[in-house]
């Protein structure tokens, strides 16, 4: 058998998505495509790869086999381009940078500084909270409240953030009495969200009710409650910095979250990862008191409790 690289990363991206649709999507192909590709690779191996049945397509005991050796050869070219891309010694080029979008939005607010500081490098910044595949180089950096059980990836604690309960001067109390929390307007995480720090403590303190407006989004939530939409937990380096929030009370001592920075151990000595892992290092140190909330007062006119 002589099988190109293409037709086994179209068999590959199929054995996992199940589909034709989906690994069309996945590969940025035609549907008819991967049904064509796999059909002459079945031929030229001369054994069924797949059981085609009604709703998804299952390897056989043959697509078991060649799928192991498959995945193996993927595993050595991303290894290599990883590598080839650590060959460079220069400090430019593209690094591109995923976090939740909380801390995108930090990050945001500080990219010309950073910009100003590393002129030849180009940020590509991404807002999402799932973990991307950094072995298959999805981002080349991540920041993230999780760290993968993964052997080659590499975790750096950059900060433990602190949150706190913030809403609108014009409704914001100096604190929440435990009857006051079940009469005032909340904004919070719909139910596919709950795990968002502060969202199962808030939940408890209504008695297993939910916020009267809800969302999926952290910048969602904090521009509802600074159009005064009702009162929200935040995290501190969203809510002090923000004229348009008062900060109900001090940090809420049992909500919190570590941030993570992850990447790839085969990209953490390419010149220009390295440097921007090392500005970000140097951003969380110099902004650990406002991720700590230990800065209120400084954008916010908070009241304390």
Not at 175 to 188: D, E, H, I, N
Not at 208 to 227: C, Q, Y
Request: glycine share 6%; net charge neutral; hydrophobic share 45%.
């Amino acid at each position: 058998m002589n099988a190109n690289w293409d037709d086994l990363r179209i068999f590959l991206t199929l054995a996992r998505e199940g589909t034709l649709t989906t690994a069309a999507k996945s590969l940025g192909v035609s549907h008819p495509t991967v049904a064509r590709r796999v059909a002459a690779l079945e031929q030229q191996i001369g054994a069924r790869l797949f059981e085609r049945l009604p709703d998804r397509f299952v390897p056989t005991s043959a697509g078991e086999a060649l799928l192991e050796d498959t995945e193996a050869m993927e595993n050595a070219a991303l290894s290599i381009h990883r590598r080839s891309a650590g060959l460079s010694d220069t400090v430019s080029g593209v690094v591109r940078l995923s976090a939740g979008e909380e801390i995108s939005a930090l990050l945001a607010s500080h990219l010309p500084e950073l910009r100003a500081r590393l002129t030849q490098i180009e940020f590509e910044l991404s807002a999402r909270h799932t973990l991307l595949n950094l072995s298959r180089r999805e981002a080349d950096l991540q920041i993230s409240e999780r760290t993968p059980d993964m052997a080659d990836i590499v975790a750096r604690k950059l900060a433990r953030t602190a949150y706190a309960i913030y809403a609108h001067p014009s409704i914001a109390v100096a604190r929440l009495s435990p009857s006051a929390f079940k009469s005032v307007p909340w904004v919070g995480f719909d139910d596919d969200h709950t795990r968002m720090p502060g969202q199962r403590w808030l939940q408890e303190r209504l008695d297993g009710g939910r916020p009267a407006i809800r969302s999926n989004n952290w910048l969602v939530v904090r521009e509802t409650a600074r159009a005064a939409g009702g009162y929200a937990i935040l995290p501190c380096y969203l809510g002090d910095a923000d004229p348009q929030l008062q900060r109900v009370g001090n940090p809420i001592a049992d909500v919190f979250a570590d941030q993570w920075l992850l990447v790839h151990r085969d990209l953490r000595a390419l010149p220009r990862v390295r440097a921007v892992m090392d500005a970000v290092i140097d951003l969380f140190q110099r902004e650990r008191p406002l991720m700590e909330g230990r800065m209120a007062g400084a954008g916010n006119r908070e009241r304390r409790s």
